[in-house]
């Protein structure tokens, strides 16, 4: 076993800057400081790959990384930043740096990201700035957007909605495993001085709706979403074996890094196949076990990612992990927090501490977009995990196999349909607004159409759980601007 192509993880660092003061790249430093001292010191000035997750908050800051390595005082030979702050960046660049150390590309990699949105929040005018809905609205179609589909807040419903339906859940079974589930990320957070809220909660506290409580976007509320109003930044160092024991790094803080897996689906969600399912998680998943030789009764700790119940859902029906046992390290993105692409930084630096204290293997899944990218990796204490050499993570041949053809999308529709999925969004003070349909024609095509808030008896009908709506029919037409309207 060649130790110099053996990747471990030698260090870690999470900040919290309450005080809101930082900026994203200071955070980003401040987080690589404290991973410098983690491993020991005298790291960073040595380090020649330098990867930053890219984040929304200052976009002045273009390409972090360079202000980063200058703040630092360090020269890397490589220095950038990802394409977007996709929520899987974080495993993906893991990833890479154990690609680089196993294939003797770089001796020393350092990996950081942080988001100050409290920050921005505070200096933007007005004192309010909503980043990721700003974000998102940038790149979405017209059309949708004239039917409120915007930000992830808007699509993930559609898929807790369908995949209820296709799993044979009645809402209140849908709502009390996701009231689970948010609670066991609390109890997780409570315990964490890392995690950004630290109260935990009961699944009946999740559910209830109060003004603390607001309904987001149909069936979710605010404690069953992210949480992106935080100043958060977390780093890791990734190096040999043969370096960390060359610098005196105690095997017991040793995490070596495994095989990863990732996968990808189309990134407009209304040409997907389905949307009760996700080829490239499931691949992303259970592929990431595979190449690593594990199955998931192997596994002491894991990182299911958690933006929106559905996505744990979805990830612990993929490895058959159940109810009962923690899906998170860190906090969940409600409670340890959203800070955008970078929450698996957190989570990365969480599993590694819960490893260095007990446990032998833990599994990592990253989810970006509007559940579009999947990057699944493991990391444990086993050094065999790590000496595997490097290799290509991408498992996307597997996913398209499992992928069928995606429906036609009708721009305007006048006929009879068919409920596929749906949601209702609510303003901030609790009531509908509007909502949305994503239907199919006989023909089953697809097609959207707009819920009034003023259709009291619809808007019922989609929420109070008396009766499935999806599979439900009814007519559509399409007004004078274009925009599709569905009746009962």
């Not at 929520?87 to 990996?111: H, K």
């Not at 920050?119 to 409120?148: I, L, M, P, Q, W």
């Not at 002491?300 to 046992?325: G, N, Q, T």
């Not at 409670?335 to 698996?344: D, R, S, T």
Request: hydrophobic fraction near 40%; charged fraction near 20%; aromatic fraction near 6%.
């Amino acid at each position: 076993m060649d130790e110099s192509k053996i990747p471990v993880i030698v260090g870690v660092g999470q900040i919290n800057d309450r005080d809101e003061r930082l900026n994203s790249v200071e955070l980003m430093a401040a987080a690589l400081r404290s991973a410098d001292a983690d491993a020991g010191c005298g790291w960073l000035n040595r380090v020649d790959a330098l990867d930053v997750v890219a984040q929304l908050s200052f976009p002045e800051f273009a390409d972090a990384s360079a202000p980063l390595a200058q703040m630092l005082e360090i020269a890397p030979r490589h220095c950038a930043q990802t394409r977007y702050p996709m929520g899987d960046s974080p495993i993906a660049l893991l990833n890479t740096a154990a690609n680089r150390i196993a294939s003797g590309e770089a001796e020393i990699c350092a990996i950081a990201g942080g988001e100050a949105l409290r920050t921005a929040a505070k200096r933007a005018a007005g004192g309010s700035r909503d980043a990721v809905r700003e974000s998102a609205a940038r790149a979405t179609r017209e059309g949708r957007a004239r039917y409120g589909i915007v930000a992830p807040t808007d699509v993930y419903p559609f898929y807790e909605n369908a995949c209820r339906a296709a799993w044979g859940q009645t809402l209140a079974e849908a709502q009390a495993e996701s009231a689970e589930i948010w609670a066991g990320l609390s109890r997780v957070a409570a315990g964490n001085p890392n995690a950004w809220l630290r109260t935990a909660y009961t699944p009946e506290q999740i559910l209830d709706v109060s003004p603390k409580n607001r309904p987001i976007a149909f069936p979710y509320t605010k404690l069953m979403v992210a949480n992106a109003s935080v100043n958060q930044g977390a780093a890791f160092i990734v190096t040999s074996l043969a370096k960390a024991k060359a610098a005196g790094v105690a095997e017991s803080q040793l995490i070596y890094v495994g095989r990863g897996a990732a996968a990808r689906e189309p990134g407009d969600v209304l040409a997907r196949d389905r949307i009760d399912r996700s080829p490239s998680l499931e691949a992303s998943l259970r592929s990431a076990l595979a190449l690593n030789g594990l199955t998931s009764a192997d596994l002491d700790h894991v990182e299911l990612y958690s933006c929106f119940p559905v996505m744990p859902k979805l990830a612990r029906r993929a490895i058959d992990w159940p109810l009962s046992k923690p899906m998170t390290v860190f906090g969940g993105l409600t409670f340890g927090g959203g800070p955008v692409g970078n929450y698996m930084s957190h989570a990365i630096a969480s599993m590694t501490d819960a490893l260095r204290t007990n446990g032998r293997h833990g599994l990592l899944f990253g989810n970006g977009g509007f559940a579009t990218t999947s990057h699944s990796i493991v990391i444990s204490r086993d050094p065999a995990i790590a000496a595997q050499g490097a290799h290509d993570p991408s498992v996307q041949s597997e996913a398209d196999a499992k992928r069928g053809p995606a429906p036609t999308l009708l721009e305007t529709y006048t006929g009879e349909g068919e409920i596929d999925n749906y949601t209702v969004f609510y303003d901030r003070e609790g009531a509908a607004k509007s909502g949305v349909i994503v239907g199919r024609t006989p023909a089953r095509e697809r097609f959207l159409a707009y819920v009034s808030r003023d259709d009291a008896e619809l808007i019922a009908f989609l929420t109070n759980g008396a009766r499935e709506p999806v599979g439900a029919l009814g007519h559509v037409t399409t007004d004078a601007e274009g925009v599709n309207h569905w009746r009962m």
